[in-house]
């Protein structure tokens, strides 16, 4: 049983930039596939960046891509969100989340079993 917990989520102007930590106990954390969410207001979860198995591997939703970065330290069983100029439309609680398969499978939020209880990310204009 993975869990884990965000923090770093916080509210900040547009431009500005906020790391996210996600920190998993449990059994063999450098075996999964690491990946954030959020969710806005009336909004469906979206998939917002995920990682593979030793960093080699990563993907972003188009919305994020170049501004944000996703990283993970295994020795720390820590999966990093770095997100860089910020935007009003990137207001959302994000979560972290963990998914036992490898990196071209995990590539919805039903593959993923584990997730956090969020962090809320709010971006002034």
């Known amino acids: 049983q993975v869990q884990l917990v965000e923090s770093g989520g916080g509210l900040v102007r547009a431009g500005d930039s906020l790391r996210l930590s996600c920190a998993a106990s449990?059994?063999?954390?450098?075996?999964?596939?690491m990946g954030w969410f959020r969710q806005a207001p009336e909004k469906e979860r979206e998939f917002v960046a995920r990682?593979?198995?030793?960093?080699?591997?990563?993907s972003y939703i188009d919305s994020v891509e170049g501004r944000f970065t996703i990283s993970r330290d295994d020795a720390k069983n820590t999966v990093y969100l770095q997100m860089n100029s910020l935007k009003p439309d990137d207001t959302a609680v994000y979560y972290c989340?963990?998914?036992?398969?490898?990196?071209?499978?995990?590539?919805?939020?039903?593959?993923?079993?584990?997730w956090g209880q969020g962090t809320q990310v709010t971006v002034s204009s």
């Open positions: 989340a963990a998914s036992a398969l490898d990196f071209p499978r995990a590539d919805s939020a039903r593959h993923y079993p584990y």
């Open positions: 449990g059994p063999i954390f450098s075996y999964y596939t």
């Open positions: 990682i593979g198995l030793g960093s080699s591997l990563t």
